[in-house]
């Protein structure tokens, strides 16, 4: 059993995956795991794809690659996608939204390229990843967030900690 909780922050690229995760992390002492950065760094990926600008994602040779570490809990998982970690795996999935004119701006900042931009864009407003996190998770471990202010952000990331913190006590105390 673990010790720490393996939570999931998802949502369309702009929602602020990264910072929430980075300020969870230095908060709650728990680890960030930047999917991005695992499939880039550890060759988890079957190339790129020049049109969106992004690599393609070898999920099998991901989950392989990751496996021992989440296991163990502790982890921040930081992308986009939640539906190929195991139920097993993971305790809370938050899922980032923002208003779409706003996602806009933040999307056009990065220079995404138009089709990126649309396909982002689209998933926002038809709440797609928000469905396949209720689709493949228990639901009272799904919480949606929105985070259009950093006052939202704070809100979010003060919220994230008092789960963390009550979920350390829970399952501290059951262990004993």
């Known amino acids: ?22 300020i969870l992390a ?10 991005n950065e695992v499939v880039k760094d550890r060759g988890c990926h079957d190339g790129y794809d020049e049109e969106f600008k992004s690599w393609i994602v070898d999920e099998d040779k991901l989950l392989d690659e990751i496996e021992n570490e989440v296991k163990q809990g502790g982890y921040i998982i930081d992308w986009h996608a939640c539906e190929l970690f195991p139920k097993s795996w993971i305790d809370l999935v938050v899922v980032l939204r923002v208003d779409s004119t706003q996602l806009y701006d933040r999307l056009k900042a990065r220079n995404y390229p138009e089709a990126k931009l649309q396909e982002n864009l689209d998933s926002e407003i ?12 228990d639901e009272e471990i799904v919480v949606e967030l929105t985070s259009n202010t950093t006052d939202e952000m704070e809100s979010n990331v003060e919220r994230v900690e008092a789960w963390v913190k009550q979920w350390t006590k829970n399952n501290t105390e059951d262990a004993q």
């Not at 908060?27 to 795991?33: C, E, I, M, P």
Request: hydrophobic share 30%.
């Open 26 to 35: 230095e908060n709650t002492g728990l680890k960030h795991l930047s999917i």
């Open 1 to 22: 059993m673990r010790n720490k909780p393996n939570i999931i922050v998802t949502g369309t690229p702009g929602v602020g995956k990264t910072t929430h995760c980075e």
């Open 126 to 137: 038809m709440e797609v990843l928000l469905q396949e996190a209720r689709d493949s998770y």
